[in-house]
């Protein structure tokens, strides 16, 4: 987004910081979007409070070292196909250190069997 401008050059640098901070400000955004669908989907998929998805992305994220923003595209553009491998492998560590077999974190359990 550039815009001609006529005059002083402390307007023309004015203007480039602003159209700077604008394309910063609209990054951030679409990221922090991402991240709130991806909230939804985790807490929908495991059954989660949206705090808690939070917390399972988050972890997910430090623990492979994978950015959170990536992470959390991951989750949304893998919708339909499932998990993304770096909270799978979350999960599973989480479910050893607690000693349990069964977990919400698995995600739904099966019905009518």
């Known amino acids: 987004m550039s815009v001609e401008v006529a005059g002083s050059p402390g307007l023309r640098e004015q203007l480039v910081e602003l ?4 394309d910063q400000l609209t990054a951030a955004l679409a990221s922090r979007v991402k991240i ?9 998929r495991f059954e989660l409070e949206l ?3 939070f917390v399972l992305l988050r972890s997910s994220s430090r623990a492979s070292h994978t ?14 196909s499932g998990t ?3 909270i799978v492998d979350w999960l599973s560590r989480a479910r050893l250190r ?4 069964e977990s ?3 995600g739904p359990k ?4």
């Open 98 to 101: 607690c000693g349990r077999e």
């Open 36 to 44: 709130e669908q991806a909230k939804g989907i985790l807490a929908e």
């Open 110 to 113: 099966p019905t009518g069997t």
């Open 19 to 22: 159209e700077r901070t604008v």
């Open 104 to 106: 919400n974190l698995q």
């Open 67 to 80: 950015n959170i923003h990536a992470l959390s595209a991951a989750v949304v553009a893998g919708r339909s």
């Open 51 to 53: 705090d808690e998805a």
């Open 84 to 86: 993304p491998a770096p």
